[in-house]
């Protein structure tokens, strides 16, 4: 999740829309070209699941960073075509749950001791037993080959790393996996989202973090957008990096059906705060929990 001059290394950038209006939100304008095959330098940043359209491939590569599900693509020269006009390309693999719909799960239905329980908050996806050698397994030898198989890739964006927020007895088996992953594939970006619980430990592993939720977020009981504050994880994110200089991909979650701006705006605003005062690179972006990819009205 050496230090320059601090100040010098204040970046949050919003997400760049295509419409006018945006600049409300953003520092400036226009995907950014400077740096994007390298994370730490991005000023720009996508973050969306879901049936891509070949359509799409013109307002992805405006951005420096973009996290997409694989499993997701038209097809490979989606990808292809996406790094090719210099965009940096994490793919998205849940590490701590067994999702359903994913290649894999023939076999972990064969193997009931690999699952936990259900995520009542997402059905279809289930707590997975990362002390289990064999989910290990799976993620590092077959799921992670086979994103790669769908297309060519940067990195990955590392998601449910805080399955050990609610199993804490997991932990051990969380930080082995990143590592594993760390040394079978040296060459890609690890990103995690979230896992503050383990952050300190996977610091070494990691290249950059993503914080979901910093400043708002969905409320499934209620089915609203609520503002975030979690002063205990922010301050984990502060003390690893100062140990580590790596930049910060911010996903906050705002209604766009109809788009909220104004919370959008406060959501950036906060972003830029929180980076002064960590002295640290972040960059920003907004969807809704559905994970689009939304284009704000003027």
Not at 19 to 39: D, K, M, Q
Not at 81 to 104: H, N, P, V, W
Not at 135 to 145: A, L, N, Q, T, Y
Not at 164 to 187: C, F, H, N, S, T
Request: aromatic share 10%.
């Amino acid at each position: 999740m050496t230090r320059e001059n601090r100040s010098s290394k204040v970046i949050v950038v919003a997400v760049t829309f295509a419409l006018a209006a945006a600049c409300v939100l953003v520092t400036g304008c226009g995907g950014s070209t400077v740096g994007r095959r390298n994370i730490g330098k991005a000023t720009s940043y996508l973050n969306t699941y879901g049936d891509y359209r070949p359509s799409d491939l013109a307002g992805f590569q405006k951005y420096d960073v973009v996290v997409l599900d694989p499993y997701d693509y038209p097809d490979e020269s989606f990808p292809t075509a996406l790094r090719k006009s210099g965009a940096t390309l994490l793919a998205y693999i849940d590490i701590g749950e067994a999702e359903e719909f994913r290649d894999y799960w023939p076999e972990v239905r064969k193997n009931p001791r690999l699952l936990i329980k259900e995520n009542p908050d997402w059905p279809g996806d289930w707590f997975a037993d990362v002390n289990n050698p064999q989910w290990r397994r799976i993620i590092v030898e077959r799921e992670i080959p086979r994103l790669q198989s769908l297309g060519p890739m940067d990195g990955l964006c590392m998601d449910m790393l805080d399955t050990v927020d609610d199993y804490p007895r997991l932990k051990p088996g969380m930080v082995q996996l990143v590592a594993e992953i760390r040394r079978k594939y040296p060459g890609l970006l690890l990103v995690p989202n979230r896992g503050f619980a383990v952050l300190p430990e996977i610091l070494p592993y990691i290249d950059a973090f993503k914080y979901e939720d910093l400043s708002s977020g969905y409320d499934a009981e209620t089915k609203t957008y609520k503002e975030q504050r979690d002063p205990g994880d922010e301050a984990v994110l502060a003390r690893a990096l100062a140990r580590k200089d790596m930049p910060v991909l911010v996903l906050d979650h705002v209604a766009t059906s109809p788009p909220d701006v104004k919370m959008a705006r406060t959501d950036h605003e906060r972003s830029v705060q929180v980076a002064s005062r960590m002295g640290a690179h972040f960059v920003w972006y907004a969807n809704s929990v559905a994970q689009d990819h939304p284009r704000w009205p003027r």
